[in-house]
């Protein structure tokens, strides 16, 4: 029997001595989605503790998904899920602020790859560590910031659109590339998420 009894650990004391892999992503091969606010950059590096790897005591994290669905529900899933099936509605004021833009890596990129259980076993940490409580992850992710390797964030599964893959990318490493996330498409009009929004119940009126 697991002596941890499933719960996700802290880094282990050693982690900065022990080596792993690292999986390097192809530059400008793979498409990157990504949802936030329009008034903000799209390259917007968060400090903000309610993000799975950002804290305020760490350089910024860049948040990626593999497709917009995936971002969608980073971004919607709290205002979503927490409602009956049949009445869940999307505040028409926190879709309309947001945009979704398309990006393709700037560089080659050195990521802890979170699906490889090789990497696991080598830092101690189970499958769920990364999908666990946000102040554990946070602590990985400052672990790994500071690791002699100097990855350049993460590959992590959604934990909220299951099967599909994120990145959380390093400001100290990646926020001075030369990224390029075109103009974007506000979210109230974005085709491809025009069936997902339907699906859900479609936005909330807006307040008179």
């Known amino acids: 029997m697991a002596s941890d009894l499933g719960h996700a650990q802290l880094p282990p004391a050693d982690l900065a001595k022990r080596t792993f892999p690292l999986k390097t992503l ?4 793979t498409r990157w989605h ?3 606010k329009t008034r903000f950059s799209p390259g917007y590096f968060s400090t903000d503790s ?3 790897f950002s804290r305020e005591d760490m350089p910024g994290t860049l948040y990626l998904g593999d497709s917009p669905e995936t971002c969608f529900w980073e971004v ?3 205002d979503l899920v927490s409602r009956p099936e049949g009445e869940r509605r999307l505040d028409r004021a926190k879709v309309a602020e947001r945009s979704a833009w398309e990006v393709t890596l700037p560089a080659a990129l050195r990521v802890v790859d979170t699906f490889d259980a ?3 076993r080598a830092i101690g940490a189970h499958a769920g560590t990364f999908l666990g409580p946000y102040s554990t992850c946070q602590a990985w992710a400052k672990a790994l910031r500071e690791h002699p390797s100097k990855p350049d964030g ?3 599964e959604s934990a909220r659109n299951r099967g599909s893959v994120c990145l959380a990318l390093f400001a100290e490493r990646c926020e001075k590339l030369p990224w390029d996330f075109g103009s974007g498409t506000v979210l ?4 491809g998420l025009a069936g997902t929004l339907a699906t859900e119940g479609g936005l909330l009126p807006p307040a008179v």
């Not at 192809?26 to 091969?29: I, P």
């Open 118 to 120: 090789r990497l696991l």
């Open 154 to 156: 993460l590959r992590y």
């Open 50 to 52: 309610g993000w799975r």
């Open 76 to 78: 919607f899933w709290d």
């Open 188 to 191: 109230t009009s974005h085709a």
């Open 26 to 29: 192809a530059a400008g091969r």
């Open 34 to 36: 990504r949802i936030g």
